[in-house]
């Protein structure tokens, strides 16, 4: 079926580097959230994404969607311990409901 | 604290048998879904519920069926246990279904399977 492919699957960072992590999807995504699961616990809403070209900020963490509408990322600037986690895109899929993404987890070493 | 419920938060049981999971949504949320995170995996969803009608299916196994009953908390049946379907199993609700709403994860429900 119609998959949301999400990379990288683990990222390792030193506190202060920035982390990206890149949803892509074979079809047009109707819109695409962003969760973040923190170690032991369940995955909470960060944001949504509808419209093409969208970009949007959240202090340090920068959420864009492309202008097709098949991908889409997220930014985290200057990483800190408290942004470790795993990262789950989730991408509606016209005529679907959403799926979510693999995710991308992050450990930040201080 | 989401306001999703789950119960139980642990279950441990014996390959063969068979397991209900269950769940309460937030509040004035109509749609269900259900979610299988094995170890170090991602979220494979396996089904939705909204408003007590099947909505979507995913990934889910025929040993798996789920319902959404008419106060709208939702069980998920588990049977004929395998090892392999050790896993976190979470809830989320939403108010609407198709996908534009955000999910509400509850806290999850850890399944071992000896």
């Known amino acids: 079926g119609q998959q949301v492919m999400q990379i990288p699957q683990y990222q390792h960072v030193q506190e202060g580097e920035d982390f990206t992590t890149y949803c892509n999807s074979s079809t047009t995504l109707s819109n695409i959230q962003w969760y973040k699961q923190r170690p032991g616990g369940h995955p909470v809403f960060l944001i949504q994404?509808?419209?093409?070209?969208e970009v949007k900020k959240q202090k340090r963490l920068t959420f864009q969607f492309g202008e097709a509408k098949k991908n889409s990322s997220l930014h985290i600037t200057a990483t800190q311990t408290t942004d470790v986690g795993t990262y789950f895109c989730?991408?509606?899929?016209?005529?679907?409901?959403?799926?979510f993404g693999a995710g991308t987890r992050l450990t930040v070493k201080p | 604290d989401s306001g999703v419920t789950q119960t139980p938060k642990h279950l441990i049981t014996a390959t063969g048998q068979r397991v209900t999971l269950r769940c309460s949504p937030r509040?004035?949320?109509?749609?269900v879904y259900w979610y299988q995170q094995s170890l170090d995996q991602g979220l494979q969803f396996l089904i939705q519920y909204y408003n007590g009608e099947e909505r979507a299916k995913g990934n889910i196994l025929e040993r798996f069926s789920a319902q959404q009953f008419p106060d709208l908390h939702s069980e998920l049946n588990l049977s004929s246990l395998e090892l392999g379907d050790s896993a976190l199993y979470f809830c989320?609700?939403?108010?609407?279904?198709?996908?534009?709403?955000?999910?509400?994860f509850g806290p999850g429900t850890r399944l071992t399977v000896l």
């Open positions: 989320a609700s939403s108010v609407r279904s198709g996908g534009l709403d955000t999910q509400y």
């Open positions: 509040s004035g949320d109509l749609s």
């Open positions: 989730a991408g509606k899929v016209v005529n679907n409901d959403m799926r």
């Open positions: 994404l509808v419209k093409s070209g």
